[in-house]
């Protein structure tokens, strides 16, 4: 069981926040990280990924959905097969603090970052609403998509 809510995951993530979930304090589900194994991933994403882009840019940068526990993925529709649910990804939200954009981030850790997949969530041409981004301790396959609504469906197309 892992107790310390107010473990720092890397210099500027907290467990509590990757772990934080809107819908899951309203709908009472609980969202702790219990496997050894998440806990190491989720260490390595925010080490890997969200360190060195907090680095370049000096500024906060929110986290809007990091870890997802199987009812809590289940209560916001996610993938079954989402690597939020195995802490290998975040969604970043970079506007919540206004001080830089989510286009920037997006540029910066494509040019800059390994990642396994890094996506677009949908937003317009100049700007996603969010990025979402994971990592794995192997095989990182730098994939990019866009999520984009089709008649009320979301659909991933290949990022060009
Ligand atoms: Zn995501």
Same mark, same amino acid.
């Given at each position: 069981?892992?107790?310390? %809510?107010?473990? %720092? @995951?890397?210099?500027?993530?907290?467990?509590?926040?990757?772990?934080?979930?809107?819908?899951?304090?309203?709908? *009472?589900?609980?969202? +702790?990280? +219990?496997?050894?194994?998440? @806990?190491?991933?989720?260490? @390595? @994403?925010?080490? /890997? !990924?969200?360190?060195?882009?907090?680095?370049?840019?000096? !500024?906060?940068?929110?986290?809007?959905?990091?870890?997802?526990? *199987?009812?809590?993925?289940? =209560?916001?529709?996610?993938?079954?097969?989402?690597?939020?649910?195995?802490?290998? =990804?975040?969604?970043?939200?970079?506007?919540?603090?206004?001080? !830089?954009? %989510?286009?920037?981030?997006?540029?910066?850790?494509?040019? %800059?970052?390994?990642?396994?997949?890094?996506?677009?969530?949908?937003?317009?041409?100049?700007?996603?609403?969010?990025?979402?981004?994971?990592?794995? =301790? /192997?095989?990182?396959?730098?994939?990019?998509?866009? =999520?984009?609504?089709?008649? *009320?469906? +979301?659909?991933?197309?290949?990022?060009?």
């Amino acid at each position: 069981m892992i107790k310390q %809510n107010n473990m %720092n @995951l890397s210099d500027h993530v907290t467990l509590a926040e990757f772990c934080h979930s809107d819908t899951a304090k309203r709908r *009472g589900i609980d969202n +702790t990280i +219990t496997d050894p194994n998440h @806990l190491a991933a989720a260490k @390595l @994403l925010c080490e /890997k !990924v969200f360190e060195p882009m907090r680095l370049h840019f000096g !500024v906060p940068i929110h986290i809007s959905s990091g870890y997802r526990s *199987g009812a809590l993925n289940r =209560a916001v529709k996610g993938s079954a097969s989402s690597q939020h649910c195995k802490a290998e =990804a975040f969604d970043l939200d970079a506007d919540r603090y206004g001080k !830089v954009t %989510n286009a920037q981030i997006f540029e910066y850790i494509k040019e %800059n970052i390994t990642f396994d997949q890094m996506i677009w969530e949908f937003g317009n041409d100049s700007q996603p609403d969010w990025v979402h981004v994971s990592y794995k =301790a /192997k095989g990182n396959r730098g994939q990019i998509l866009k =999520a984009k609504k089709i008649n *009320g469906s +979301t659909v991933y197309l290949a990022f060009s």
